[in-house]
């Protein structure tokens, strides 16, 4: 049923491409009803493999000279993932519903870019996942290089350059998997068997972990990501937030973890409290934590505050993977969808509702406009999307967040209590940011209160009132109700843990 989704994406993008230009509006809907029909089948897959371990969807050899198999399978990781890149899509459509340049070829490239994620989470073989996640590269450059703002040009190719680096890393660490391994193939539930000598996975271990931790928005390799945000257009952002860097910490759990656990064994020796790999990420993610919101703290521009913001919360996925417990590794996976929820959200309020409309991301300059009455409806959901994301109970980040907390502190509570520096400063930028852009007090020149009365701020459209209620809704259900997402997430994770997870 799952793989129905890649199908479908992928022949949504190439009708897509054949729709005449001058019909901007087959092409929404077409768009649309895909993206509707993916959701459709996520939701249906997720609901059938509640209870279910890992299940086999398609096995056909592929390249047999290789032992290379056309694999796809799911178990609860890749299905609360799958699940995550449905939501994404139907919302990503709907707050593109304004998009006039080359509309068909938008649509094509977006859906393109969702078969490839959608490949990605449900492959099970080394092979095939490496060729999905290459594919999800192309798209995300011409959507950004093609319908991009600011600095466009400079930011597709930072980011594609970044993510060739990793996806180089990754290959060359998969090729010495597969020529070590001496399986005659590439399933990942074949090579997670593999008697890999210790020698061998502390040297590939950390290859392939960066390779993709590189495209999750690790510190010091994550200036791409606000780069890349900043400049992408809306629904290219809360791609970029939602779903992409999530198939970085995706491969880093997969095929980083999944592949080589023995390459995060101490190494005999330690320098200041560093003696594995695992130390080594660990305090690469808090750093990644405290800096991204730091950063954030500092921002004038709003959509650089999210971008920022993003990394810093990704932090939190790298450090729950980290604690190598079940309660903080379901933690990292619990905040991948959380955040690709709740980062999508924020980036469609700034770029999509309020930069639409006010034509500037200055908070300075959106000091003096007052959206708080003049948007409510903008002000308001930043409110409860911000809260969320800073953990407030109820919602999807609080759950995710304590859980990785509570990991890290059975590893070494010094962890948590430097990530709490992160959060609190994070509490501090998202107040600013909400007071500065929604609620400042700041006196209103005459100028200004002459052009807001003779140019009014549009009507919030129905695609934008869907999509913060499908948005604002997902991170509310998980938050309510998480028992159902954690039962589904644990046997994945216990079993990975168990060295069968693959």
């Known amino acids: 049923m799952l793989a129905w989704s890649i199908y479908l994406s992928f022949a949504g993008a190439l009708l897509l491409a054949l729709v005449p230009k001058d019909k901007p509006a087959l092409a929404r809907w077409l768009a649309l009803a895909v993206a509707v029909a993916g959701l459709a089948l996520s939701v249906a897959g997720f609901i059938a493999g509640m209870g279910q371990g890992r299940m086999i969807i398609v096995d056909l050899l592929w390249v047999p000279s290789m032992g290379i198999h056309y694999l796809l399978a799911d178990d609860g990781i890749s299905r609360v993932l799958v699940l995550l890149t449905g939501l994404a899509a139907v919302a990503g459509i709907l707050f593109s519903w304004d998009i006039e340049h080359r509309t068909n070829e938008f649509f094509a490239f977006f859906l393109a870019l969702i078969g490839g994620v959608y490949g990605v989470f449900l492959s099970f073989d080394l092979f095939l996942l490496f060729v999905f996640y290459e594919i999800a590269i192309v798209p995300k450059y011409f959507l950004i290089a093609i319908w991009g703002s600011t600095r466009r040009e400079y930011a597709a190719m930072k980011l594609a350059l970044y993510s060739f680096v990793g996806s180089a890393m990754v290959l060359i660490g998969l090729l010495a998997a597969y020529a070590t391994s001496g399986s005659h193939s590439t399933s990942l539930i074949d090579l997670g068997h593999a008697n890999f000598s210790v020698g061998f996975q502390m040297w590939c271990f950390p290859l392939v972990f960066i390779g993709f931790a590189i495209l999750a928005g690790m ?26 860097m999530k198939l970085g910490a995706y491969g880093c759990l997969r095929a980083g973890i999944g592949l080589f656990p023995h390459g995060l064994d101490p190494w005999g020796v330690s320098f200041l409290g560093v003696g594995s790999w695992r130390d080594v990420f660990a305090i690469l993610a808090i750093l990644g934590i405290v800096y991204g919101a730091l950063v954030a703290l500092a921002q004038t521009d709003f959509k650089f505050v999210i971008g920022y913001s993003s990394v810093s919360h990704m932090g939190f996925v790298l450090l729950g993977l980290m604690t190598l417990n079940q309660i903080g590794m379901t933690g990292a996976v619990m905040q991948m969808f959380s955040h690709g929820i709740l980062a999508g959200l924020l980036f469609a309020i700034v770029g999509r509702i309020v930069y639409a409309r006010t034509h500037t991301r200055q908070l300075a300059d959106l000091e003096q406009l007052h959206l708080s009455k003049r948007l409510p409806f903008a002000a308001w959901a930043f409110v409860i999307a911000g809260m969320a994301s800073m953990g407030l109970p109820g919602f999807s980040g609080f759950v995710a967040e304590l859980q990785v907390l509570v990991g890290a502190w059975m590893v070494k509570p010094w962890w948590v209590a430097a990530a709490g520096v992160g959060i609190v400063v994070g509490v501090a930028y998202t107040w600013r940011a909400m007071q500065k852009a929604f609620f400042s007090d700041a006196p209103s020149t005459p100028h200004q209160l002459e052009q807001d009365q003779e140019h009014p701020l549009a009507a919030i459209t129905w695609p934008e009132v869907t999509g913060v209620a499908l948005w604002g809704g997902a991170s509310l259900w998980v938050g309510r109700s998480p028992r159902s997402r954690l039962a589904t997430i644990e046997p ?11």
Do not use: I, K, Y
Not at 492 to 502: F, I, K, R
């Open 219 to 244: 510190w010091p390799f994550h200036t791409w990501a606000p780069t890349g945000h900043v400049a992408a257009p809306t629904a290219a952002s809360m791609l970029l937030a939602g779903v992409v």
């Open 492 to 502: 994945a994770v216990q079993a990975l843990l168990a060295g069968g997870g693959q």
